[in-house]
């Protein structure tokens, strides 16, 4: 099976219609969200794990659900990377993959005010005894 795109104009105004052999060792046609209905049954899935795996985003990257491709968290936020990949079971169920991988977020302020609050009261306890002996 063949599928069609437009190439070979090299940018011109007149863009040359082409066939493309379906692929048959991918899950899906490159640069396509759904696969042609003329490549049906002709892709092929030969390790569908490692082929959902690969959906899995970079530290600081998630995957755009409009383009599904991985891209950078929006300036002043972060996603830690906690070392999961994506499987089979979180097909059909966005939502799951994200509560599994994390989303961008504001990254949180660490809070030391307990710390100011030991160093305060050291301060207080060492500068009473600086009195005493003095």
Known sequence: ???GIVGGGGGSEEEEAVCVD????ACAVPGR???????AGITGCPDAE???????CAADSIRDVESDVCTECPDGQVRPDRG???NIDTLGNYT????TQGVCR???VPDYRSLVYV????SVVATIALLIIW
């Open 84 to 86: 999961s990949t994506r």
């Open 50 to 56: 490692a082929s959902i795996a690969e959906c899995s």
């Open 1 to 3: 099976g063949t599928y």
């Open 22 to 25: 379906c692929p048959t060792n």
């Open 96 to 99: 799951a993959w994200e509560s």
């Open 106 to 108: 504001v990254p949180e």
């Open 119 to 122: 160093v305060i009261a050291l």
């Open 33 to 39: 969200f759904v696969v042609p209905e003329t490549c």
